[in-house]
């Protein structure tokens, strides 16, 4: 919470509202006498101005606390050590600003009782309304963070639904489908076995697709294991044109990634790339520290391919919703680099 205009607005009123509350109640018990409308005027302007000053910095400093109590015993996991720290310092401003004041007041108006006595009443009333002020921030920092809270919850949920729908969208993409029957149309006339193979790996990465289609993340080893399936069969459609590499550390497979992000990353070197026996497209595919990294030389297809980045764009959507590291693409001399992060939670 910042101390901004409308926080500012605010004490200045209850600063008004205050003063009049207290210039009627010593007027009406007859501790001082207004003697017609300029007068009231005068001391409601003066004890106005002092006291929103007084609270000004009552508030100024209890936001700092507050804000910095944050940093490093942040609300509700760090509860129990915050609140007698809090408690300590809120009495420390409310003494530290309660002097002052007195010190002011007393050298503009001298006490007909002394100083020292209306320094330790003062102070004690500026640490108990310390404490009702810091109490009051800080409910109204929990409201609107439960409420921030609760409509960032609505907005992911809409958002997930949206990107659960595009991506089950891409994944059935009607272009790679009818490529695939075709192929294993001719290999059904040409070689039986490889056809079986073909229908085992192809039926593997549709089922794939219907398994992880609601999950938020999914362990990298079923991601690589979905990856090579998917290039199995465009290896089989593309023949010797195609040639790819995947060399993942074992250490890393227990990690996590948005499910289809690594055939996001395929699909768009395939419709990007000519790949045939004169323009061979290679794809590599490992790890760099906490990044699976992959990599594609470039053989642009001379026919335009109109591209409006949704994959590229629904992937990065995924990560935002997870973390804060976000997928890198890049060109590097004759060559296409995509790498996303991997995720480990628990960390």
Known sequence: MKLNKNVTITIFLVALFVQLIIISYNYFTGYIEINNIANFFIRLIIGTSFSFVFALFLVILDLILINNLDKKFPLPQKLVPRIPLELFFAVVIGILIGTATTVVAGTLM???DGLFKNVIN?????????IIIISVIEA????KRNQSAELKTERLERENSEIKFETLKSQLNPHFLFNSLNVLSSLIKKNPDKAQQFVDEFSSVYRYTLD????QVVELKDEVEFAKAYLYLQSIRFGNAVKYEVNIDANKLCYLVPPLSLQTLLENCFKHNIASEDSQLRLQIYNEGNYVVVVNNLHPKTTYVESKKIG???L???YALLSNVQPVFSYKGNEYIAKIPLLNFEE
């Open 212 to 215: 992880v289609i609601d999950k």
């Open 122 to 130: 003062n102070s004690l009333i500026t640490v108990v309304i310390n």
């Open 140 to 143: 109204i920092i929990w409201f």
């Open 316 to 318: 990065q959507k995924r």
């Open 110 to 112: 001298p006490y007909d």
């Open 312 to 314: 590229l764009s629904n």
